[in-house]
């Protein structure tokens, strides 16, 4: 299995994303990851057949499309699983109104009189 970063739009995040959108996207990058984990765990079943078609070439198109349809999957929240995480990781994030606070307090110049 290829360890190449998922390039679908939905799946990368802008440098200027917020924490929450950061999140959201690494969520669904796992539930990406976790699909492929499942769906290469499933092609090393083997139920006794002959490999008549079997190819290198065959190998690989199987991998690629199993990662297409974890990428695709987790784009569209079928699983659910990028949801629930991004549920319960947000629970440590900065509210909205403190990360606002925090940068305005950094931004703000010292008066005249103040030390």
Known sequence: MST???????????PTATDREKLSAVAKQFEALFMRQMLSAARKSDFGGDKLFSSQALDTFNQMQDEHFADVTAQTGMLGFATIIEAQMARFLPTESSETAATGQ???????GGV
Not at 4 to 14: E, K, M, P, W, Y
Not at 106 to 112: L, Q, V, Y
């Open 4 to 14: 190449i970063a998922s390039s679908v739009a939905g799946l990368t995040t802008a």
């Open 106 to 112: 950094a931004d703000a110049k010292p008066t005249a």
